[in-house]
C-alpha cells in the first residue's frame, strides 16, 4: 500500500496469540492457515486508519489480508483489555481502553492509546497509517512496567 509522504506511519508492536490474543488459533483454523503465517501477514504490510471511535480512541484500520480475515463473534465480550488488537471482518483494530468488543483478539499492544492527559487524547488519528510488529512477552511486560501502565484482570 502505497502512503503520503504527510501521513504518519506509527509502529506498534504486538505480543500476539496465548492470552494476550486468544483467537490467534480461530484466526489461523478459520482461513486454513497456520499462527505463524497469520502473524506474518498481519505485520507484512501498512495499514490506513479508517475511523477513531466506537470506545475512546479505538482505530478501526484496513484492509487485512484475506488469510487474516475473520468474522466477528456472535456474542461480543463483556471486557475485552486496552491494548487488544483484533479482526472484525476486512479490518483490524485495536481497543485503546478496557470496553465491550465482538472483534476476534490476536494479540495486544503495550501502548497506552488513549490518555486525557495528551492533546489529542489519542494515539491515532484518522488518516495515519500503523504497522504492527511482533514482540515477545518479556518486551511485552518491560514496556508495561516503563509506561507505568496498570494491567486489570
Known amino acids: 500500500m502505497e502512503t503520503q509522504a504527510s501521513a504518519p506511519i506509527k509502529e506498534v508492536p504486538v505480543l500476539y496469540g496465548g492470552e494476550y490474543g486468544p483467537d490467534?488459533?480461530?484466526?489461523?483454523?478459520?482461513?486454513?492457515?497456520?499462527?505463524?503465517?497469520?502473524?506474518?501477514?498481519?505485520?507484512?504490510?501498512?495499514?490506513?486508519v479508517y475511523v477513531v471511535g466506537f470506545s475512546p480512541g479505538f482505530a478501526a484500520m484496513?484492509?487485512?489480508p484475506p488469510k487474516v480475515q475473520a468474522p466477528r463473534l456472535a456474542s461480543p465480550r463483556t471486557?475485552?483489555?486496552?491494548?487488544?488488537?483484533?479482526?472484525?471482518?476486512?479490518?483490524?483494530?485495536?481497543?485503546?481502553?478496557?470496553?465491550?468488543?465482538g472483534w476476534r483478539l490476536i494479540g495486544r499492544t503495550p501502548l497506552n492509546l488513549f490518555d486525557l492527559q495528551k492533546n489529542p487524547p489519542s494515539f491515532f488519528q484518522a488518516g495515519?497509517?500503523?504497522?504492527?510488529y511482533a514482540i515477545d512477552e518479556k518486551e511485552y511486560?518491560?514496556?508495561?512496567?516503563?509506561?507505568?501502565?496498570?494491567?486489570?484482570?
Open 24 to 48: 490467534l488459533s480461530f484466526v489461523a483454523a478459520h482461513n486454513q492457515t497456520s499462527e505463524e503465517e497469520v502473524i506474518r501477514l498481519h505485520t507484512g504490510q501498512t495499514y490506513l
Open 62 to 64: 484496513g484492509v487485512v
Open 79 to 101: 471486557k475485552v483489555p486496552a491494548g487488544s488488537v483484533g479482526i472484525g471482518g476486512l479490518q483490524t483494530g485495536i481497543y485503546a481502553v478496557e470496553s465491550p468488543g
Open 128 to 132: 495515519d497509517y500503523a504497522r504492527f
Open 141 to 153: 511486560k518491560k514496556r508495561i512496567q516503563e509506561s507505568g501502565i496498570r494491567i486489570q484482570d
